[in-house]
């Protein structure tokens, strides 16, 4: 058979088969309720974008493990680099001793942040990690009680990061009280900021404004040009930080290291997770030094900055800054105009196609009725066609592939997408 990384989708029966369908059974007994999943795939292996399940049904993936496997599932050089570290040291706790590992990388990210302020590192786990540390450093550095964010904006489920999300109600339900004093304003609208400041939200008792560049769980959203710059103005006006949320739109994904950098903006505190290991579980949150003030004991992690994650990081990077980020800008303008000219064959099925490099969604449903129903409907045929999509926001599919992205999947991907939509135009 073709080798997993250069084959297409290949569907051999009924999903999920007979290995994948007794798994299903298996999880249904031991597993959280509380995970979502879309369709009934039980992964065996992976290479580049492509997948395998139990019963060896080959899917093309347009998910990269929720925007994480940005340079590919298992790529040789980051496995390589995993194998090396793990054969020397896989733990000693970079909060009470000192590791080369963890050094190397937080000097890379502290050259990569956009300023000319040098910067600081702090390792969490994963994003919420990353976005409880930077609530904890901006109120400790300016003394001051309250956040704000944005509606639709995920940020993460513990609890200072389900404070600041406001993207669904499940997130939200059953779990008050909350952390204090967060406000949210509209997403893409200064307006709605400053109205804020001028009622509820006094300015001078704002510790940070938390935003992603690019929201992600709300929908894929691109905000208008003057939205961040016009963020970077009012809190250097306030002396509040701006605390970016690049957790799933950093590392390449957008065609540049970080979805800021799109529009010229410095971040106080940046956070970051999902495709900086590659797969490993790793967080940061990257600070101006004069900024990252706190005290030794603080704030640490145990398991945050684990030599092996910093060694799969180190080598995700030079991979993305050498080669993949110039992928993500080529393979995603192919995306896009693939999916626009699907928008033109199918106007009453495609509200929208909008994003960077390839971070990219598909609004779906007539400009006068936006369509969750048929949204979960498209991811699902695609699953059954051999493509992996995921759903955001109230009405959209996402599309994160891996940033090594062939033209060729490229294709097959709007291909299948295409074959989707005509069966709904026919049978509905």
């Given at each position: 058979m073709i080798a997993l990384y250069r084959d297409g989708p290949r569907i051999l029966g009924a999903l999920p088969g007979p290995k994948s369908a007794a798994w299903l059974e298996r999880d249904a007994k031991v597993m959280s309720p509380s995970y979502t999943r879309m369709y009934p795939l039980v992964v065996r292996r992976a290479r580049g974008a492509m997948i395998e399940d139990l019963d060896g049904n080959r899917f093309l993936d347009f998910t990269a493990?929720?925007?994480v496997t940005n340079v590919g599932h298992c790529h040789p050089k980051v496995t390589a680099a995993i194998r090396k570290q793990s054969g020397r040291l896989v733990h000693m706790s970079g909060t009470d001793f000192y590791y080369t590992p963890q050094v190397r990388l937080a000097e890379r990210l502290a050259r990569l942040a956009p300023g000319s302020e040098s910067k600081r590192v702090f390792y969490t786990n994963s994003g919420a990690e990353a976005i409880e540390a930077a609530l904890k450093l901006a109120r400790h550095h300016t003394g001051r009680p309250r956040a704000m964010a944005f509606l639709r904006a995920f940020?993460?489920?513990?609890?200072?990061?389900?404070?600041?999300?406001?993207?669904?109600?499940?997130?939200?339900?059953?779990?008050?009280?909350?952390?204090?004093?967060v406000h949210h304003a509209?997403?893409?609208?200064l307006e709605s900021v400053e109205t804020l400041l001028k009622?509820?939200?006094?300015?001078?008792?704002?510790?940070?404004?938390?935003?992603?560049?690019?929201?992600?769980?709300?929908?894929?959203?691109?905000?208008?040009?003057?939205?961040?710059?016009?963020?970077?103005?009012?809190?250097?006006?306030?002396?509040?930080?701006?605390v970016l949320d690049e957790i799933q739109s950093g590392i390449g994904r957008t065609g540049r290291m970080f979805a800021c950098e799109h529009w010229n903006v410095e971040a106080d505190i940046m956070c970051l997770a999902k495709g900086i290991a590659n797969g490993l579980p790793l967080g940061a949150i990257v600070a101006r030094a004069s900024v990252m003030d706190w005290p030794p004991g603080s704030h640490a992690s145990t398991f945050g900055g684990n030599p092996v994650a910093c060694a799969a990081a180190i080598e995700t990077l030079k991979l993305v800054e050498t080669k993949y980020m110039q992928n993500a800008r080529v393979r995603g303008e192919e995306l896009r105009?693939?999916?626009?000219?699907?928008?033109?064959?199918?106007?009453?099925?495609?509200?929208?196609?909008?994003?960077?490099?390839l971070m990219i969604g598909l609004e779906i449903g007539s400009p006068e009725a936006p369509s969750a129903e048929l949204r979960d409907?498209?991811?699902?045929?695609?699953?059954?066609?051999?493509?992996?999509?995921?759903?955001?926001?109230?009405?959209?599919?996402?599309?994160?592939?891996?940033?090594?992205?062939?033209?060729r999947q490229v294709d097959i991907g709007v291909q299948i997408v295409g074959d989707v939509l005509k069966d709904l135009s026919h049978n509905e």
């Open positions: 493990g929720i925007a940020h993460g489920r513990t609890y200072g990061a389900m404070a600041l999300s406001a993207s669904k109600p499940i997130h939200r339900r059953g779990f008050a009280p909350f952390v204090p004093e509209r997403y893409g609208d009622t509820t939200c006094p300015p001078d008792e704002l510790a940070a404004i938390f935003v992603e560049p690019i929201q992600g769980e709300g929908g894929y959203i691109v905000p208008p040009g003057d939205f961040l710059p016009g963020l970077r103005k009012l809190c250097d006006k306030n002396g509040a930080l701006l105009l693939g999916l626009r000219r699907l928008q033109s064959e199918h106007p009453t099925l495609i509200r929208d196609v909008r994003g960077l490099g409907k498209i991811i699902d045929r695609a699953f059954h066609r051999g493509l992996l999509l995921l759903p955001c926001g109230p009405t959209t599919v996402r599309f994160c592939p891996p940033l090594c992205l062939t033209s």
